[in-house]
């Protein structure tokens, strides 16, 4: 039996050898790196090595890197508030995108009248123009009122790379913080927290080749956070709990990997993704690649062949040994579209059709040729679906 090809990576990139070596070290050392004897003192050195390696990658301070249990940790402690100056639950106004990750829709410590959505463009990219009228209203119907932004720098479906440097001039023009999520950009494009204009973001290991369950939240400087786990005094009182070493350790290694390989892989990647897309549309002229037009993240490829339902197209890949993702989450058992793809504009019947594929460090060419070649049968004019019509 062959092996199975992953096209999944941004769901979660498998771990890097060198860093499932590296977690397996920690974990058998042991010690609590808040202790003071020599196997705590081990721990806590394990720790500030990788938050080096972390802030060497996005290009911050090492003393303003915060870890969290992922990128939905460091969103939810970013977005408070507390973090614009207000007191806890008061009047602040949050305005997001509206192709942001659910732990950002979901609004963090702002209550949901708060929350002020921003439209997109339909090649999935933040309206800038709407945004920045949205802004000057803030600013005009209530000078005083604390703002925070917060904008994805890439998103995790469509690939779509934001402006949120631009965002972030006019965001802050108008006295507002800005938080952005940086999730999916992180390892893939250069990424540096003193240039983006951001004041914050979100980073996730599993993302970048670490492992699940570790992330950091990253000041552009030292600001005041407002803590979401209270109690001990770990990261400098900005999240409590004693450290998951061996996860924080993987991160770091993963983060020296990404940030060495940085440039050859979106390149390689690039070029794998491109292939695939091209081969797709000779043999589905009517196929639809969503955030065509867009600069996109070069791993990345979220497509639909109107007619096909991704739904089954996944399970009959999968079958075949390939793991890809749909553009469409199934709730109570029932295929809803993605609302990256609804703030684009884009019809219900295309939405569930909707396929992402997304490559990685361990991608090859030959995995992309059996993905065609699955995709092929499973596909509308495949077989597969012919013979279950
Ligand atoms: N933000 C984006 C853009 C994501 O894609 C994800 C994960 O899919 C997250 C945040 C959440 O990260 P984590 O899985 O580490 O909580």
New binding site residues.
Partial sequence: MSARVYLDY?ATAPMRPEVREAVCEALAAGGNPSSVHDEGRHARGLIEAAREQVATLLGADPANVIFTS???EA?VTALAPETVGAEPGGAATCVISAIE?P?VRAGGRFQAEDLCHVPVTGDGVVDVPAFAAEMETLKSEAPDRPVLVSV?VAN?ETGAIQPVSELAAIAHEAGAVVHA?A??AAGKVALDVSTLGADMI?V?A?KIAGPTGV?VLVLDADRPVAPLLTGGGQERRRRAGTENVAGIVGFGVAADLARRDLETQAKRLGELRDRLERTLKAAHPDAIIFAEGAPRLANTSCFAVPGAKAETALIALDLAGIAVSAGAACSSGKVEPSHVLEAMGVGHDLAVAAIRVSLGWGTRDSDIDQFIAAWSRVSPSGTAERSAA
């Fill in positions: 941004n992922g990128g939905t969103n990750h732990s994805m995790n999520d999730v999916q979100s996730s599993h992330g």
